[in-house]
């Protein structure tokens, strides 16, 4: 129901967009997250976009400290689509990047846990080399 896409290899430096379409269902009213796995390491908190009816402390979008400034979460209602444009790529990001969602208007008391979210998308490979 969750499809990511738009991984590649691309230099430090560069940029990429994420994309992640849902079918099947409407993820409109959802709050959606991207999460990261670089090898070796235990999935992590990327970003985090909430509905427009749901409310976080701080505003609608999350982001972790690693990618605050460079990532931005972003969402298309009308094509059931959460975007990650990924700016000044490093190798550090280097990842398979997972899309998630939660449950339709349902609240996440913490959108950095993966622990939230009810639907997974099954990954693109984002390479960054030095």
């Known amino acids: 129901q969750l499809q990511a896409s738009g991984g590649g290899l691309v230099q430090a430096g560069a940029s990429l967009s994420l994309s992640c379409a849902a079918s099947g269902r409407t993820f409109n009213s959802a709050a959606m997250g991207w999460f990261r796995q670089a090898p070796g390491k235990e999935r992590e908190f990327v970003a985090a976009?909430?509905?427009?009816?749901?409310?976080?402390?701080?505003?609608?979008?999350y982001y972790a400290d690693s990618v605050k400034g460079r990532f931005t979460i972003s969402r298309d209602n009308a094509k059931n689509t959460v975007y990650l444009q990924m700016n000044s790529l490093k190798p550090e990001d280097t990842a398979v990047y997972y899309c998630?969602?939660?449950?339709?208007?349902?609240?996440?008391?913490?959108?950095?846990?993966?622990?939230?979210?009810?639907?997974w998308g099954q990954g693109t490979l984002v390479t960054v080399s030095s």
């Open positions: 998630a969602a939660k449950r339709p208007l349902r609240a996440i008391a913490n959108p950095r846990s993966d622990r939230e979210y009810d639907y």
């Open positions: 976009i909430n509905w427009n009816g749901g409310s976080w402390s701080g505003g609608s979008t």
